[in-house]
């Protein structure tokens, strides 16, 4: 370990430092007003972006087939659509279903996941939708909302035979510049869930003196100072939701609802104090319930956002360390994917929606979104270098690479309150490791 730049003449350890770059703007919903727009202009927004990109990739992947919509097509004769695909889903939940369900006897029952052998795609665009069909394009990978190109033909029987498909693949990329470099470290954590009975605060605890440097011998200390931020993805605390139920708390339930904010606060003081740390929201934080999900409010951390080490973020999280993108979720997005499509880990499902350069796209179909009326912030424009996703069941990560050499990190975060993992990511390399904590004594 290089620790002769880390500490000064006098023995002291000198933290190292990353420059940041704040790239959330497209998650921070500003000057949008919500006047009763329904959420076709967000699929409108979607298709013109993604359909701009498949033309443009369409000369170098099949130029000799014309072009045409769906209402367009001819029987028997070869042509490409471009359109958004449509998961037509025997098990998918329905309002109305529950509704009418309710009043029974039978007990209902929520699937973890919600595919059947009898689900089928279908394509549409401005003009019409079609029944697509064929081996190549399986029901089980794809999910409603996802753009793609279709090379086939109308069947006898009005349906679109898929002889080939074209996703968006991985963005364009920018290029880490080579350098020998210094490492510098990130320092990834999820799922704290202080307040709730899984949550151990020593093991938090432990995490904390890490970080600061105050566990461990000078090599422990030397290695904690070259961590330079650390990223708090989703779900810190779990309110007890039994006190809300519309009424007016007493002073003692306000105290039982505010008291893991307030732990939290502690906590995050003790880490703003000397890193640069960032919180993200998740679904159980006092947050928007929609993605974007936008930053918890500083009046939650008195403390710890008096420090300009401080920031709160939204989810979609999307900033530049040094050179180093970095994009990442408090897990929605993945989670919802698992009930609606099937993959052989997290991973894939993570790698499906940068090819799809689409960060949500079942949002807002089964995922809860802001209805945009002109854009669609959930685009993947630029491929980020690390792709992170947390309260997921394990750790898991791996590196992907693109048809233009793009390489990125995958890393999934899981729930510190269950596992005691949190992960470590070398900026100057993209390796990464699990950083584990218990408390069993012997």
């Known amino acids: 370990m290089e620790t002769e730049d880390s500490s000064s003449e006098n023995g002291l350890l000198h933290r190292k430092q990353a420059l940041y770059s704040s790239l959330d703007s497209c998650f921070v919903i500003q000057k949008e007003m919500y006047r009763g727009q329904q959420y076709s202009q967000i ?25 045409c919509t769906v209402i367009g097509l001819e029987e028997g004769k ?19 279903e529950e509704y009418s369900k309710e009043r029974s006897a039978t007990p209902l029952v929520r699937p973890h996941n919600f595919m059947h052998p009898d689900d089928h795609l279908i394509l549409e665009d401005e003009s019409g939708r079609i029944k697509v069909c064929g081996d190549v394009l399986l029901p089980s990978v794809y999910v409603t909302g996802v753009v793609v190109a279709l090379h086939g033909k109308e069947t006898g029987t009005g349906d679109f035979w ?7 693949g991985l963005p364009h990329q920018i ?17 704290l869930d202080i307040g709730s009975s899984t949550s151990n605060p020593l093991k938090f605890q432990l995490l904390v003196d890490h970080i600061t440097g105050h566990l461990g011998d000078k090599k422990e200390q030397s290695i ?69 999900q936008q930053p918890l409010h500083r009046c939650l951390f008195p403390s710890s956002s008096a420090y300009n080490t401080f920031r709160s973020c939204p989810n979609p999280h999307l900033f530049q360390l040094d050179d180093v993108s970095l994009l990442g979720t408090s897990g929605q997005n993945i989670d919802d994917l698992e009930k609606y ?32 009326t002109d854009r669609d ?10 792709y992170f996703v947390g309260n997921q069941e394990k750790y898991e990560t791996r590196l992907i690479k693109g048809a233009e050499g793009q390489i990125v990190r995958l890393i999934c975060i899981p729930r510190f309150s269950e596992t005691g993992v949190a992960v470590v990511l070398n900026l100057r390399n993209l390796d990464c490791h699990a950083l584990s904590f218990g408390t069993e004594f012997s």
């Not at 898929?162 to 968006?168: A, K, L, P, R």
């Not at 210094?182 to 799922?191: A, N, P, Q, T």
């Open 224 to 292: 904690a100072a070259k961590i330079v931020r650390v990223i708090i993805a989703g779900n810190s605390v779990e309110i007890p939701r039994g006190l809300l139920n519309g009424q007016n708390l007493g002073s003692k339930d306000q105290f039982t609802l505010f008291e893991p904010i307030k732990e939290l606060d502690i906590q995050l003081t003790q880490i703003a104090a000397g890193i640069p740390v960032d919180i993200m929201p998740g679904p159980n934080d006092p947050a928007n319930f929609s993605l974007p």
């Open 162 to 168: 898929v002889e080939d498909v074209m996703e968006g």
């Open 43 to 67: 699929y409108f927004a979607r298709l013109h972006l993604m359909r701009t990109l498949l033309y443009s990739l369409l000369p170098n992947w099949k130029p000799h087939i014309q072009v």
């Open 377 to 386: 912030p959930f685009f993947v424009e630029t491929c980020p270098h690390v």
């Open 341 to 372: 499509s099937d993959a052989n880990d997290k991973l894939e499902f993570l790698e499906r929606t940068l090819r799809w350069r689409h960060v949500a796209p079942t949002a807002p179909n089964t995922l809860g979104c802001y209805p945009f």
């Open 175 to 191: 290029e880490r510049p080579i350098k020998s470099g210094e490492d510098k470290y990130v320092i990834f954590v999820s799922g």
């Open 78 to 96: 070869e042509c490409i659509i471009v359109g958004t695909l449509y998961k037509h889903m025997k098990l998918k939940p329905s309002i109305l």
